[in-house]
Nanobody, 127 residues
């Protein structure tokens, strides 16, 4: 089992920045992919960014490209999401997730099948 804990959410004004942190623990063997997802009020959950732990491949949804950056620490147990130039459309609950037993080159392609989730952290961007 993989346990995930997010932190770093909060309230900012449009144009501001936040950095989310996801700390993973437990059995990370055969967990090639981690990612950030979000759910806006009244909407379904969507993938924001994914990272391949072994290959360090990164993918982003179009709306956050050039504004958000996903990264991991050297131990590959902590994943970050640096969010810049935030807009009210970025408001939502942000979840960290992990995917076990997948092709490490397909972390984004398999974003609908992530099977370990954190509790989420609220991000609110005001205009």
């Amino acid at each position: 089992q993989v346990q995930l804990a997010e932190s770093g959410g909060g309230s900012v004004q449009a144009g501001g920045s936040l950095r989310l942190t996801c700390t993973a623990s437990g059995s990370l063997y055969n967990v090639p992919c981690m990612g950030w997802f979000r759910q806006a009020p009244g909407k379904g959950r969507e993938g924001v960014a994914t990272i391949s732990r072994g290959l360090d491949l990164k993918y982003y949804t179009d709306s956050v490209k050039d504004r958000f950056t996903i990264s991991q620490d050297n131990a590959k147990t902590t994943v970050y999401l640096q969010m810049n130039s935030l807009t009210p459309e970025d408001t939502g609950i942000y979840y960290c997730a992990a995917l076990r037993s997948a092709d490490s080159g397909r972390c984004w392609t398999h974003r609908d099948t992530y099977n370990s989730w954190g509790q989420g952290t609220q991000v609110t961007v005001s205009s």
